[in-house]
């Protein structure tokens, strides 16, 4: 099962609870739910990490998934050295086996108790499922500073002027804690030109573990979306290294730190009057100009206030009340000197 833990899943055939020994008895494996697998090395101390890694949240997004799958048979086989605790998630499996991005509702949309608005979504109870997951595998993790992880791929529909860019969600917390410099670190090594971060709270599965479970977290978006065995590999050869560095608890090639982007504003469609000023498939991170009108609905319009703002998931089909974009500002160098 575990040299073909995407095949396995696909073919729903697996019973909770079934487990087991890989890498001549050096991993302990365990199949917690469809598409959920527990791996841990044979000695597990507090200096442990656990690194919760998790593709399919949208399940036409096949790149990530395939390489998790090459990374669970890697680990199985000893071909890959196990130095953490790794819970791997494959997100919407019933959305994989129809290749669509999901079937009622954006499973990334209805994390931190939002799938209780929609319970009728065949998406509710995978987000619920998934949620309790994360919580059951963080309660046994360590809470030494840098213990706890959370990867979660993806794949752009859209063009970007970054190709492969990271999403860090908003951090709630009194302290007002700034990034850490472990995950920027690591995103390097990925070689992620660009972090884009949040400042509300959203409902992704990224957000929720770092709100609920104590993880260093982001969302990867790592190039364009492809039907299975039909993706480029090698495109993703930077971020698959990183993800199998951070397994193995080998030392990270230097690389050149990313830039970095903070959310200053969003675009909100106000009623179906709504006009995009800008093309549909504009890429994301595409910068305008101070002055520049984005968007313009009845006697609202959104007008670039800064020197420079990126414009980043663009969608002027949302309803009205809804986000039909955002706006970023480059904060490198503060962020940078600020890490933590
Ligand atoms: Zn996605």
Redesign the pocket.
Known sequence: MLDDFLGATLAGTRAAGEHGLGARGTVRWQWLDEGVLLLEPAQVSEATRSVLLSAG??GD?TAPIELLSKIVADIAAGRLALACRVLVVLGNVAAMRAAT?YQDDDL?RLFGGRHARVPQSREAPRAVALEAAAQRFFAGASTAPGARWHLDM???IRASAFEQFALLPYIDNATGAAPARAMFEWLADARIAAVLIHTEKGATYSSFTADHCGAMACTL?LGKVRPFGENDLARFAHADAAVRRLVAGTTKEPAPMPRVFTVIGQITKQSDAFALHVAADVPNFTPFARGTVLAEDGAYRYVVAHDEERIVFPNPTVKPGLRAGLLVVETTDATLAALV
Do not use: D, Q
Request: aromatic share 0%; no cysteine.
């Open positions: 949240v949208h997004e991005r990334n993806h794949t752009a978006e």
